[in-house]
């Protein structure tokens, strides 16, 4: 990692109490919270927030949040990111076949038209060159309501966020999954590509 983290015992107690937490949860603290948490109050709103996002009530079910965030993650080349959140996709009940299918998920049988179209929004959103345009929304909006779509983009812009900073210091991944195949780094195909939007 370009910035080492500090020794646990160095952190305030706040801090420490989600270090905890992650350990109960992971079996493991995790790199990026420890560097997060350099800066304390940023890292709690940050929790706080991911905490939000990712609440039982969310009108985005949890399988669908975790394949959108698996492929923010692949796109920004955020290891550590494809790692821990491939692993949450499988205990949410998807197939390790979708997981690698996420590779080309644009000509993939395994995902519905509500994933196809969360997946495509994600790619925009993240992909330089890409842009939302009215066509997209209007397809989104066919298996989205307004508040659903709200609390969509949300999720895919965290993880914009998380994966950059994430990518950017370097964190490696924690060893969370052991299905990654093909391995990081495997084209997912220009941007726009095969997008559903270029088919409507």
Known sequence: MHVPTKPINKYPWFVRLFFWNQKRRY???LEPGMLWARSPRVFA????FYGALDRKKSPIEPALRSLV???V???NHCAFCVDINSATLLKRGVSPEMVVALNDWQNSALFDARQLVALDYADAITRTG?????????????????D????LTAVICFQNLSS???????VPAQGFCSILEPPLGTPLGPAGENS???EA
Request: aromatic fraction near 4%; avoid cysteine; hydrophobic fraction near 45%.
């Open 73 to 75: 993650s692949k796109i």
């Open 69 to 71: 965030t698996v492929l």
């Open 130 to 146: 890409r842009q939302v345009d009215q066509q997209m929304i209007g397809r989104l909006k066919v298996h989205f309501d307004d």
């Open 45 to 48: 709103t940050l929790a706080l």
């Open 148 to 151: 659903a779509l709200v609390e």
């Open 164 to 170: 950059k900073f994430n990518s950017a210091l370097d």
């Open 196 to 198: 559903l939007s270029d």
């Open 27 to 29: 079996g493991k603290v």
